[in-house]
T-cell receptor, first 111, second 114 residues
Framework: DAKTTQPTSMDCAEGRAANLPCNHS???????VYWYRQIHSQGPQYIIH???NNETNEMASLIITEDRKSSTLILPHATLRDTAVYYC????????????FGTGTRLTIIP | EPEVTQTPSHQVTQMGQEVILRCVPI?????FYWYRQILGQKVEFLVS????????KSEIFDDQFSVERPDGSNFTLKIRSTKLEDSAMYFC????????????FGQGTRLTVV
């Protein structure tokens, strides 16, 4: 079973920041938070991951709370191409452990 | 940018037939995976593969399924006798290391069993 809880769906206006929350209250000390997205039945696409520090890359920022029980993925300037299902996944950061996908958040960017 | 390539993009097969789904992982990657997604459902893990052997498999991955890395570049999933419920998108993925790295997914093969 997935170890995360996400809202089923969210809307965001084009050009605004999209903030996607995720709860992972049972996360263990050696588990990372990963974010993937899936655009219309294409293969899942990696976005970002982190352990306890906030992370930023060219796609997004990841804010992890100090107690690590929740996190927020931020898409700073959402475009229509960001419409997708976003998955928050906790995973041990070593070994080839599988990704366990939940139902994710369906993000719709509105023009 | 390197990518995982899957062929064919769509395969239609008759129930009971054998199918082989092919994947070319990213060249320096060492860990390989198959996932599937039945229409409207979650992405589900099938199997992981490292050093020419299965590392982990799910309950879905029964005796009808097998994987192989026949020539050092391809990674295949074989379904011996397809059933209607095998109809799904099948995604191949690869990653290069066992530390905290991301897995890269292919665009998938849509398998339709009729």
């Amino acid at each position: 079973d997935a170890k995360t809880t996400q809202p089923t769906s969210m809307d965001c206006a084009e050009g605004r920041a999209a903030n996607l929350p995720c709860n992972h209250s049972t996360i263990s000390g050696n588990e990372y938070v990963y974010w993937y997205r899936q655009i219309h039945s294409q293969g899942p696409q990696y976005i970002i991951h982190g352990l306890k520090n906030n992370e930023t890359n060219e796609m997004a920022s990841l804010i992890i709370t100090e107690d690590r029980k929740s996190s927020t993925l931020i898409l700073p300037h959402a475009t229509l191409r960001d419409t997708a299902v976003y998955y928050c996944i906790v995973r041990v950061g070593f070994g080839n452990e599988k990704l366990t996908f939940g139902t994710g958040t369906r993000l719709t960017i509105i023009p | 940018e390197p990518e995982v390539t899957q062929t064919p993009s769509h395969q239609v097969t008759q129930m009971g037939q054998e199918v082989i789904l092919r994947c070319v992982p990213i060249s320096n990657h060492l860990y390989f995976y198959w996932y599937r997604q039945i229409l409207g459902q979650k992405v589900e893990f099938l199997v992981s593969f490292y050093n020419n052997e299965i590392s982990e498999k799910s309950e879905i991955f029964d005796d009808q399924f097998s994987v192989e890395r026949p020539d050092g570049s391809n990674f295949t999933l074989k379904i011996r006798s397809t059933k209607l419920e095998d109809s799904a998108m099948y995604f191949c993925a690869s990653s290069w290391d066992r530390s905290d790295t991301e897995a890269f997914f292919g665009q998938g093969t849509r398998l339709t069993v009729v």
